[in-house]
Structures are given as structure tokens and as C-alpha cells.
């Protein structure tokens, strides 16, 4: 069974961000970056699905300038088997800061093609954008079925598909505490949720072998036309608000409760 997992790299969340000049993106010149947390559970759950199997390939793939081969080369180094660099410029034309989720899609879409896969994963969404469309666009691209928000990936029993497998059983996480189980024949596309497993640091041996596995480089194709504009990009406006609740205790508690739930959403 091969499972390729497409991953993103974002800036580190505590990282400091900054507007860049011309007020449309982010200035990205003294950013750190790392493996979007969606997608590094997406690879969680492919190397778990092999290590089930007892057999398999997990192929990690990425697009973006040289400095996407760190968070590939974690990837290896956590055991995925080899991985595909869909190279694009840093900045300008055909970087990916001036494509869209169509375009960017369309890139990994064809990098998975070549591959001829029976899964593929990739995070629910990305960190830094969070648009949650690569995915299923690549889905649509590919002709796949796919599901999203999922938590857990089940191989069903022995058929006629690739590696043995007849198809898979996804648990998806629905609205307040509700689950869902579909079945689902292969080839498909799922998007991976956050949390639904531990994910695993990459080992001093894993690391030494990562150097010695496969990293693939293929040149992207030219950027088409935008089907959206970045109009303008700010950080979020700050608001202080005090509000005074008078009555009696019981009934400034009921007050707190229900502000609380509904509307911080903390309890």
C-alpha cells in the first residue's frame, strides 16, 4: 500500500509576524518555520496505517522553495520513506505566496498522479492561512473520494485493491462530542484532524537515516491566473470591553455561566 501525505510548511506559532510592506502578505524574512501541526498528524496516522499493515511506502510531499527540504527531511526522520520536493521560486511568480488554493492544489495534485496512490493524506488546514481547500480540491483534481475532519484510518480486510486492501473505515469528528464511521473504497483523500494521536519525535537513528533516503525534486509548473485577490492583510483589532452585571449572586452566575460557554467558549 502506498500513502503519500502532503504537508506545509508554516511559520513556528509563536513566531513574530509581521505585515509586509506592501500591506497583502506577511514578511517572512526573519520567520522560523516548521511542519503545519495538521499535516504532521496526517503523517502520524500514515506511518501508524503501515506499521498495521506490516507493509507499505509513506511518501511525504511538499511544495515550496529549498528551505521546504527541513521539514521533509523531519518527515523521513520519522519514518516516512522517501519524499517529493515540488520546487518553487522563494518569492514572485510562481512562488507559492502567488498562488492560490486552485493553483496550489493543481501542483500537488499532479505530483500525487505520478505517484499512482492508493491513500492520500494531508492536514484539515494550514496553519498560517487555514483556507482548509487544498485538500479537497486535490480530491476533486485526482477523481478520489474523500472525507475530512478525520481522527482515525481502519484498512478493511482483504480485496482486490492495491496491496490487498479492499478499502477503509474513517472516523470523522462532528459537532458537539459526535462522531461518525464511513466506509470508503480506494483509491481516496482524507483530510487528517488534530489530535487524533500521539505524535512521535524523530529519533538520532531516524535522523541519520533520513539523510540516506530519497528526496526527488520536481520543477513546478508556471502559475495560472488568480481566482482570488489578497486585497489587505492586518493584525487583528484588539477591543477592551467592560460590562457591569448587577442582581443578585445567583443570577449574575447564571449570567457568567452562559457568557462562558457561549460566547469565551471555555467551558
Known amino acids: 500500500m502506498k500513502i503519500v501525505v502532503a504537508v506545509k510548511q508554516v ?35 500514515a506511518l501508524q496505517l503501515k506499521e498495521r499493515a506490516g507493509s507499505g511506502e509513506v511518501v511525504v510531499l511538499c511544495a515550496g522553495p529549498e528551505r521546504v527540504q527541513s521539514t521533509l527531511r523531519e518527515a523521513l526522520a520519522k519514518g516516512a520513506d522517501r519524499a517529493v520536493h515540488v ?18 492544489a493543481r501542483l500537488l ?21 487555514g483556507a482548509g481547500q487544498t485538500g479537497v480540491v486535490m480530491a476533486e483534481l485526482l477523481g478520489v473520494p474523500h472525507a475530512t475532519l478525520v481522527l482515525q484510518v481502519e484498512l478493511l480486510g482483504s480485496g482486490s485493491g492495491a496491496g490487498g486492501n479492499s478499502g477503509i473505515r474513517v472516523k470523522r469528528e462532528l459537532e458537539d462530542g459526535w462522531m461518525q464511521h464511513v466506509e470508503m473504497p480506494l483509491p481516496a483523500l482524507l483530510t487528517v484532524q488534530s489530535g487524533g494521536n500521539r505524535l512521535r519525535y524523530a ?5 541519520k537515516k533520513a539523510r540516506q533516503k ?16 489578497v486585497v489587505k ?17 445567583e443570577s449574575i452566575a447564571a449570567v457568567l455561566i452562559e457568557r462562558l460557554r457561549f460566547e469565551v467558549k471555555v467551558l
Request: proline share 4%; glycine share 8%; charged share 35%.
Open 214 to 229: 530519497e528526496m526527488r525534486e520536481v520543477e513546478a509548473a508556471a502559475a495560472g491566473k488568480r481566482v482570488d485577490e
Open 109 to 129: 495534485a499532479e505530483a500525487v498522479r505520478a505517484e499512482s496512490a492508493d491513500l492520500v493524506l494531508t492536514g484539515l488546514q494550514s496553519d498560517d492561512l
Open 87 to 104: 520546487v518553487t521560486p522563494e518569492e514572485g511568480e510562481g512562488s507559492l505566496g502567488e498562488r492560490d488554493s486552485l493553483d496550489v
Open 11 to 45: 511559520p513556528e506559532r509563536d513566531a513574530v509576524v509581521r505585515v509586509a510592506a506592501d500591506g497583502r502578505g506577511v514578511d517572512a524574512s526573519d520567520v522560523s518555520w516548521t511542519m503545519n501541526e495538521p499535516d504532521a498528524y496526517a503523517l502520524e496516522e
Open 233 to 249: 492583510v492586518s493584525p487583528p483589532t484588539r477591543v477592551k470591553r467592560t460590562e457591569m452585571l448587577t442582581g443578585t449572586a
Open 203 to 207: 529519533t538520532l537513528m531516524g535522523i
